[in-house]
């Protein structure tokens, strides 16, 4: 009998590991998977109901908008950039959880996590659709609507990405209802205390700044929508039963 060398036995093994090992998935794979098995329609067929009420929610506080100082539109701005995001997040996480299936669902193939990975990855675009209605409305002309946009979508990444941290650490039925006055008071206690001088901050702030710190809340918050992507089923059981 021949013996194999130790290079081919070294050859043979990595073979038979590379063969048995699945590559981890990347997010974007994994946010596709979901889409091409579930499907839209069943992915949004609950949410309905949660953003009639968003729009009107927004559409109540889009009224009183036009009525607050010009002199503070920066941090107007800044405060009710990621208000859609915020609103469809907490309608949508309140009548989850008070569906009677949400424990069932924590324990499918694709977990309610998953399922909420992928819908704020889409709130997020709707998002940014609402940052740039926003922005165009508060900016005067094309050169400052290139000012302020990069300044909304600071506002709308950083919100976006606390909301995930605390929603994927914190498992609790108030968790989204935290978020939002957690944000407000991010967004408004600021001007309380410096009242002008934070207007001159956010205004004074320059465009490579805002830009970079957009990036990075972005980045991060792509981060915990693959964290949340990677919830292990027995994580979601935990959840389940207890």
Known sequence: MIEPTQSEKDKAIESIIAKGLRKPRSMWSALYEIRRLIGFRLIFWDTAQALILSVAALASVSLVIPFLPVAYRYTVLFSCSPLLFVAILLFTEALERTNSLYELKLTCKFTIH???????????????????????????????????????????????FISLYLMRRFVGKLTTVIVAILWFSIAFIPLAIFRDKWEQLLSGLPVAITISIAVLSCALFLLEIKKLLETKKTEAAYYAIG
């Not at 165009?136 to 094309?142: F, L, S």
């Open 114 to 160: 998953h399922i909420t990975a992928f819908r704020t990855m889409c709130y997020s675009l709707l998002g940014i659709v609402f940052c740039v209605g926003i922005t165009a409305y508060q900016a005067n002309n094309t050169q400052e609507l290139l000012r302020l946009f990069p300044l909304s979508l600071c506002a709308l990444f950083i919100c976006a």
